[in-house]
């Protein structure tokens, strides 16, 4: 299939998904012969020259009306860490949690919840598609991540903003392996990549990644780190993880997780 031929398949497989009338969460890619289910896992074939030859700045993942929004969002991977840094935070309502963004910045600096918050907000509702092969409606208010580049001033040798998280996925013979995500500097500037403390509404719930997760709107569910520790600004993955950019790609899914 060609790239462009692939990505007509992806649209229809997104048409196929609305027409189904999905308000919300739904199971039916569970089905491996579904189309959907299909396009979803094909997504990975989706290069990332191909995509960013189609999309541009201004090609926004769609976004639903309020009617669309499924409650509760459907929480998956961690979903309640019981890392002791994290429960401290938990217990105390965030109130000392600080979001280090440093690396290949001018001017690093730790945000708390109210900075975050009194910066400019965006909100939106938008489709949440699970490798797994299951989708939710949700909608997500937060900052963009490109003013919180632009107020640290992220340098021009920079490749990578790298999500580092809280919550111990297992523990290897050197501690305990977190969860981490990296995007590079295009998909972290794109107008939809916020830095989400809210959700449908209210707070952003626990088992949802509060106090702070991003989104990426167009990449899979994985990409869409929870429970923010820091933010690295880089130019190499090799120091995260086993190298390959993320929790899960170092384990054999797709660094560039395109929808
Ligand atoms: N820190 C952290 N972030 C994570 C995960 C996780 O286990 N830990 N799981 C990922 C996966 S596979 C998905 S589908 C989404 C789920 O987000 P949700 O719980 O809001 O549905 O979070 C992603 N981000
Ligand atoms: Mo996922």
Known sequence: ????????????????????????????????DNPVRATLAGANDLTYAAQRALLDHDALAREYPASAIRQPMRPNGSTSPRDPDYLNHLV??????????????DRPESFSLADLASMPARTQITRHDCVEGWSCIAQWTGVPLRLVLDRVGARPEARFVVFRCFDTMEWSPTGPVKYYESVDLWAARHPQTILAYGM?????????????????????????AKYLQAIDVTDTLEPYGLGEGGYWEDRGYEWYAGI
């Open 200 to 224: 449908n509404g209210g707070p952003l719930p626990v088992a949802n990644g509060a106090p702070l997760r991003v989104r990426i709107e167009l990449q899979l569910g994985y990409k869409m």
């Open 92 to 105: 105390s309502g965030f109130e000392t949690w600080r979001l280090p963004v440093s690396g290949l910045v």
């Open 1 to 32: 299939m060609t790239d462009l031929s692939r990505r007509h398949f992806l649209r229809r497989g997104a048409a196929l998904g609305a027409s189904l009338g999905l308000g919300g969460c739904f199971d039916e890619l569970a089905d491996r």
